[in-house]
């Protein structure tokens, strides 16, 4: 990481360098027009010289520059890998702990269990399911007959008496609940 964070930096100066010199060219080259407009030819040839030079530097700093940009994406893309391969070794060791945990033989005997249990299960599903006898089945089936044939089927006895009379004193009961209910109802609305 620190090695990674002195590349950015020796990049960052490498282009601060480079504005530097771009702008010492452009006044240069500025520098160079009023020369010859002065007449002094053999000076401006000099600083154009110079300038030459120096745009070869700055050539030799855009390689520098882009081969620090590609050393830091590789150094950033190899701590990713290697975070990546740190999860696989940490899921491998959980892998290889539940392992140990629980062999073949354990889930073997886990899934021989329970099929032996599902099999206790439908045994006495089938104990409970078949409690009735023949004589049963055959009784329920003649009921079921005599059903949808429309046979007299013993029902209970209908009282023969006549229903009794409501006192009014009842009837008007309920609308004195009604009545006392009805402000508390409008409470509620408003």
Known sequence: MAKCSQLKQQRDKLKQYQKRITLQLEKERLLAKQLLK????EKALLLLKKKRYQDQLLDKTDNLISNLEHMVQDIEFMQIEMKVIEGLKAGNDCLESMHQIMSIEDVERILDETQESI???????EILAGALTQED???VLAELEAITQGEDVALPEVPSEPIPEVPE?????PERREAKHKPDREMLAA
């Open 119 to 125: 099999e206790y299960q439908r045994q006495i599903d």
């Open 38 to 41: 002065d007449g002094r030819k």
């Open 137 to 139: 089945d055959d009784a």
């Open 169 to 173: 004193a009842a009837k008007a009961e």
